[in-house]
Nanobody, 127 residues
Framework: VQLVESGGDLVQAGGSLRLSCVAS????????IGWFRQAPGKERSGISL????????WYADSVKHRFTISSDNTKNTVYLQMNSLEPEDTAVYFC?????????????????????WGQGTQVTVSS
């Protein structure tokens, strides 16, 4: 399983970006794909996930109503649309995958649920 993120960039506060996570070697529809981020000096934290098989999604409170996760099964790609970006969103963003459904509804997504990881893409939000 190979996951490759793209779409990170430098953007001004209030702007938008769309990150992509392309899955190779497996059908993304059979996998739960999560997005995590790690800011300098901070631990990696989960911000969203999707299981395309049943459409289940989850968002951390910090990004709810600003970020939207979606999938395009024809392209084996999961997207993270990020709107109303804030300097606090500056981080390296990673996508991660695990086979099957993860019907997560908690507050803090554990990265140990995911055995497969991309290399990350940098998002920088300037004030």
């Amino acid at each position: 399983v190979q996951l490759v993120e793209s779409g990170g960039d430098l953007v001004q506060a209030g702007g938008s970006l769309r990150l992509s996570c392309v899955a190779s070697g497996v059908p993304a529809i059979d996998y739960t794909i999560g997005w995590f981020r790690q800011a300098p000096g901070k631990e990696r934290s989960g911000i969203s996930l999707i299981y395309a098989g049943d459409g289940h999604t989850w968002y951390a409170d910090s990004v709810k109503h600003r970020f939207t996760i979606s999938s395009d099964n024809t392209k084996n790609t999961v997207y993270l649309q990020m709107n109303s970006l804030e300097p606090e969103d500056t981080a390296v963003y990673f996508c991660a995958g695990r086979e099957g459904s993860l019907s997560y509804e908690g507050d803090s997504l554990w990265d140990g649920f995911f055995p497969y990881w991309g290399q990350g893409t940098q998002v920088t939000v300037s004030s």
